[in-house]
């Protein structure tokens, strides 16, 4: 108990003598306001994780500089795999549509009820098993599966009828 007192206190301490320090270190190595919090938190988080460890002052200021300093450099791997995620998805999504764009099959799709287009997009496009599929459809997978089977003799239909009416 004791012990747990005493490292409440030196973190409340570092962080009241500290704190001010660390954000305007990592304020000017981050484009935002935000970053910089979310740095020193990150910092603080690992130092509350990390208290057994962290050594007293007046070393505590170099530690939690070399901690911040990798919090940083995380956080920049972070939104970098997140920027080119995000630049990746942009040039699937601009492909799809070009795609997708007045084909056959979805001019097909068009006619389907939305529990057929659903069923086969899961199956065709997200390559979802059976048990997966039926997951998020809220229903077994045999269900699934009489529902695709059914959705696809749909498709079927109306792509080989194109003034099919499979709406209802």
Request: aromatic content about 6%; glycine content about 2%.
């Amino acid at each position: 108990m004791a012990a747990n007192l005493e490292q409440a206190s030196r973190l409340q301490t570092a962080f009241t003598l500290h704190r001010a320090a660390l954000y305007a270190y990592a304020r000017r190595r981050t484009s935002t306001v935000e970053d910089a919090e979310e740095a020193v938190s990150a910092t603080y988080l690992t130092a509350w994780r990390r208290v057994d460890v962290m050594p007293t002052e007046p070393e505590t200021r170099r530690w939690l500089y070399a901690v911040i300093r990798r919090s940083l450099a995380n956080q920049r791997r972070a939104n970098c795999r997140f920027h080119t995620l995000q630049s990746r998805l942009g040039r699937q999504r601009e492909s799809a549509t070009l795609d997708e764009s007045d084909s056959p099959v979805n001019a097909a799709l068009a006619q389907l009820r939305p529990g057929d287009r659903e069923v086969l997009r899961l199956s065709s496009w997200e390559r979802l098993s059976y048990v997966e599929a039926s997951e998020i459809l809220h229903c077994s997978p045999n269900a699934y599966a009489i529902r695709l089977h059914r959705a696809r003799i749909a498709l079927r239909v109306a792509l080989t009828d194109p003034a099919a009416n499979l709406t209802q």
